[in-house]
C-alpha cells in the first residue's frame, strides 16, 4: 500500500465515520422510543408479569404524556419462557434489529441475569421489575440496569425478619431450584442467623413443580418449627395447598411464604391462605392513589385481576425512565438515561415517592402484608392487611455490604 | 429407625408412598393413553388437556351450579368423554389408516388450543379446588402424616385400573373391542358396529383422562397448564410400559412413581430426570417397552 492510498484511506475512514456520527445524530434526533416488555407469558410466572406487564407498560405510555408532545412509543412484548437462553436470544434480536432501547419486567432470575449482560454489552437499558435475585445489585450490577420492585434480600428482611423475632427460630427451605431460589434462601439464612435463629436444612424442587409432598414430608420430619418457601408463583400457591394437606401448620409448623403475590393470594383462595404473612413494595388497596391505578388496570386486563407488584413495577419504571429521556432530549445512550434516572427523585401513582442508588437498587417502602381471612374480605380482591410500613432503607441491603464494584465506598 | 445412607427408614417410607401416590395419577393417566393407542392405534397428544379440561369440569360444577366433589367424579369425565367422542366423530375417524404422525400432530394441535383457550380466560395460576368434606384430614401412620385424601387416591385409581384392565382383557365386551383392532372388516362380519365402539372407547379412554383430572383438582391448583407439565412424564410411562400395553401402563405408572419418590431421597436434583433414564434404558434393552408384545 502506498502512502497516499494509506492517507486516502485513513480520510475515507474518518469521512465513515463521521457519517455514521451524523447518521446516529440525525437518527437520535427522531423523537422514537422503543420499549420492550420480556416476561413469562404462559408459564408458572404468567399472572405475575405476562400480559398484565405489557398492559402496565402501555398504561404507563399514556400517562406520560409523551405522545402528546410528538414522541413515537413503541411496544413490543414476548414471552422467554423462563428460559435464559430463550430470553438471550429475543434481547439480541430486539436489540440488533432496533425494536427495543428499553427492557421491562425480566421475570425470573436466570433471564434477567442473562439479559442484563447483554444489555450492559450494547448498552441498552433493563429495567428489572419481576426478577427477584439480589445479585442483581450485587456482584452482577450494571451501570445499564435498575432493580426496581423487590429483591430477595428485602424479602427475606421483612417477612423473614418478623417471623424470626416472633418466636419463629428454627427454619427449614422448600426452594425452587434455581438462580432466584438459591439467592431467596441465601438471604433469608443471613436475616434468619442475624436474628438469633439457625437453618435446619433445605428441600430443593425444580420450577413448575406440581407435587410437593415429598419436600414438605422432610420439612415436616425436620421438625423446624418454621417451613420457608423459597419459591414463587404457581409452585407457590401448591406447597401452600399441599402444606395444608399434610396437615403442616396443625402440627405446629408457621408456613412463611418468602415471595408471594396478590395473584397466588388469588389462586389460593382466602380459605387456603389466610393468615399467612407476605412482603410487597406494592399492594393495590394502600391509598387512593394505588387504588385508582389498579382500578384502570383492570379495567384492561382480561380477567378483571388488580395489578401485582412486578406489573406495578413495570409502570413505576418505564413512567420515570421517560421522564429521564424526556429531560436527556432523544437519545439512546443506555448509560447515560440509567445514570440520568439515578440523579432524579421518582414519583409515580403506582408505587409513590422514591430514589435509584449507585448500584441501581430502587428504593421505596415495602410492606409486610397479613391474607385476610374469608370473613374480613369486603369486596373482591380485598385480601390483604398492611402489618408493617418498612421504609426502603431499612428493607433494602444497606450499600456498606454491597458486592457491586459501582460502589465508591 | 435405621439410617440408611443418610436417610432414616422413616423418610424412606414416607417417600415411597408420596410415589406410590403419584405412581397411581401416571398408571391412571398412561392407561388411558394405552386403551386409545391400544384400540385405535391413535397417539393421543390431547391427553393432557384433556386431563386439564376433567379437573376444569369439576371446578365448573362446584363453582357455577354447586355441585360437589363426588357427582363431579362421574359427570366431570362424562362431559369430557362426550367431547371426546365429538372429536373422534368429527376429526379423528378421518385419519383412519394414514400414519401415526397424523393423530399425533392433529391432537397435539389440539392440545395447543384447547389449553391457549383456557389460559386466555383463567391465566396461569390456576383456581382453588377444596378437598371434600368426607376426606378432609388425615391419620399419622407413624413413619408420615398420611392425608385421607391422598389414601383415596392410590385406592380409587388402583380400582378403577385393575377394573380396566379386567373389562378390556377378561370380559366378552374386551374380546370384541380387541377383535375390532385386530381386524375391523371380519368383525363387522359378525354384526359388530366398529366404528361406534371406536367412538366409545376413544370416548372412554378421555374419560379415564378427565377422572385423573378431577382427583388432581384437590390436591393440584386447577391450571391449564397442569396436564402439559404432566403428559410428558406420562408418555415416558406409557412407553416403558410398552405402547397400548394396559397391563403395562399399570404396573409402569405405579413403578416408575416409586422409583421417582426414591430418586427424590438419593439424588433429589434427578427426580425429574429419572423416567426418562430408565426409558432411555429400556428402550436399549426391550424396544417394545416392558410389556409390548411385538417389536
Redesign the interface.
Known sequence: MTKRSLAGAACGLMLASAGSIFAGAALAQEKAIKVGVLTDM??????VG?AGSAVAAQMAIEDSGMLAKGWKIDLISADHQNKADVGSNLAREWIDQGKADVFLDLLTSSVALAVNQIVKEKNKVALISGAASSDLTGKACSPNSIHWTYDTFSQANSTGKAITKAGGDSWYFVTA?YAFGKALERDTTTVVTANGGKVIGN??A?L?N??F???L??A??SKAKVVGLANA??DT??SI??AA???LTQ?GQKLAALLMFI??V????L??AQGLEFTESFYWDLNDKTRDFANRYSKRV??G?KPTMVQAGVYSSLIHYLKAVETLGPTTDGAAIVSTMKSMPTDDEAMGKGYIRQDGRKIHPVYLLQVKKPSESKYPWDYASVVATIPGEEAFRPLAQSECPLVTK | MIPLLGITTQALFAQLLVGLINGAFYALLSLGLAVIFGMLNIVNFAHGALYMMGAFFAWFLLNTLHIGYWPALLLAPLGVAIFGMIVERTMLTRLQGLDHIYGLLLTFGLALIIQGLFQNYFGSSGQPYPVPDLLKGGANLGFMYLPNYRAWTIAFSLAVCLLTWFAIEKTRLGAVLRAATENPQLTRAFGVNVPRLITLTYGFGVGLAALAGVLAAPIYQVRPLMGADLIVVVFAVVVIGGMGSIMGSIVTGFALGLIEGLTKVFYPQAANTVVFVVMALVLLVKPAGLFGRKA
Do not use: I, V
Open positions: 404462559s408459564g408458572p410466572y404468567g399472572d405476562g431450584d428441600a430443593m425444580p413448575n406440581a407435587d409432598s415429598s419436600q414430608l422432610q415436616q420430619s408463583g404457581a400457591a401448591n395447598k399441599q394437606e399434610f396437615g402440627g395473584t397466588d388469588n389462586a389460593l383462595g380459605p387456603a382480561k380477567n385481576a
